[in-house]
């Protein structure tokens, strides 16, 4: 983490702007920070004698601005550095494997594997369908560093990684427009059923961005899992379902490898799209308008498929409210926060998806203005 030790820095009266940088206001701890359009927070926290100086973790920058920044701080403050660890800190390059929640997932046809794991299977469709964009969805930092060096190994060209939970990427991806979807045996969360990635919400998203006789693929070792998705899949009121039990298929897992030499049995469910599926119309809103902070109650409003949780709540001014909360869907609610006021927003915005669309609109409604 880069930070820096320092002593004696000057008060500074905020706004303050020197170059490109600006350092807007200070609450408690936290002093907002803009530089080139990009917005963040860095965190002045003192420790007796001395401070320390560090980004916060829910506004992370990048490297180069954090230096520029910290730089910048210590120019305007004349404070004496004791230690820092910030010379040696490269920016990676941008990697065109890499994908981001916020980038655009309009390609003309798509494969989408969730959870590969060490990858074998998503190089074996990224060969296979050369002309087809593989996208694998996958948290597990070691295998997506395992899956970029094999493409940049193996000059393979038509495969993206998102670091995300793929129930919520396939919210973005347009109608009708995958090819076919797999889940190679998933975590089966038998103590904690509502993690799992087969549910209703999930199989709805499938089948709608699925093309006509696009197919979903569950593979897995698990009873208990098997058995919950199969009645998962038939709660729809039509579907094709095709099952097979230890059928071998084009590549395995070294897990799979492993539990074939322990006779474990393998259960695979292909569900088959059938329909055509309306465009997606989503028009995202996430403007805040006037807030009662006064609402604001520092505790978690638990709801069917999202949450709303206030964290803290610290006055900036007579006028504005510095609100930090956790928002959005059970499966990857976000961390955030609000300046509040007559004319409130967010200090980064949330991600465009549907969860996160009800869970603001929600929010708005908690906190809504008395109307005059």
């Known amino acids: ?27 408690d701890d936290l002093v907002a920070v803009k530089i080139e359009n990009k917005k963040f927070f860095i965190s002045l926290q003192d420790r007796n004698d001395k401070y320390l100086l560090k980004y916060d973790k829910i506004t992370r920058p990048l490297s180069s601005y954090l230096k520029k ?7 305007l403050s004349d404070a004496e550095i004791l230690a820092s660890n910030i010379e040696g800190i490269k920016d990676k390059q941008p990697n065109k494997y890499l994908l981001t929640i916020e980038d655009s997932l309009d390609f003309n046809e798509i494969i989408v594997e969730i959870g ?56 973005k991806i347009a109608s009708n427009r995958v090819h076919s979807i797999y889940v190679h045996f998933p975590v089966p969360w038998d103590k904690k059923p509502n993690r799992r990635v087969i549910s209703e919400y999930f199989i709805n998203e499938s089948i709608r961005v699925l093309k006509k006789d696009g197919f979903l693929h569950l593979r897995t070792d698990s009873d208990n899992y098997f058995e919950y998705s199969f009645n998962q ?51 995202f809103d996430f403007e805040l308008g006037c807030l009662d902070v006064s609402k604001a109650k520092t505790k978690a409003y638990i709801f069917d498929d999202f949450v709303i949780h206030f964290e803290r ?24 926060y609000i300046i509040a006021s007559k004319n409130s927003y967010y200090f980064n915005a949330p991600v465009k998806h549907k969860l996160n669309q009800k869970a603001h609109n929600k929010l708005k409604e908690i906190l809504e203005c008395q109307k005059l």
């Open 116 to 171: 590969f794991g060490s990858g074998r299977h998503l190089i074996h469709l990224a060969k296979k369908y050369p002309n087809i964009t593989i996208i694998g969805i996958e948290i597990h930092k070691p295998s997506i560093e395992q899956v970029l060096k094999r493409c940049e190994i193996e000059g393979i060209e038509n495969i993206r990684i998102i670091d995300y939970d793929g129930r919520l990427v396939l919210s």
């Open 313 to 336: 709540i610290i006055p900036i001014n007579k006028n504005e409210t510095l609100i930090k909360l956790t928002m959005g869907a059970f499966e990857r609610p976000e961390h955030l």
């Open 233 to 283: 899949f038939m709660n729809l009121n039509k579907n094709e379902l095709k099952i097979y039990k230890n059928r071998d298929i084009e590549v395995s897992s070294k897990y799979e490898d492993r539990w074939k030499k322990m006779n474990k049995n393998i259960y695979d469910i292909y569900l088959y799209n059938n329909t055509i599926s309306e465009d997606l119309k989503e028009n």
């Open 69 to 75: 920044v910290y730089q910048t701080f210590l120019e």
């Open 1 to 27: 983490m880069p930070h820096l030790f320092i002593k004696n820095p000057n008060k500074l009266e905020y706004p303050i702007k020197k170059d490109t940088v600006e350092f807007l206001f200070k609450v």
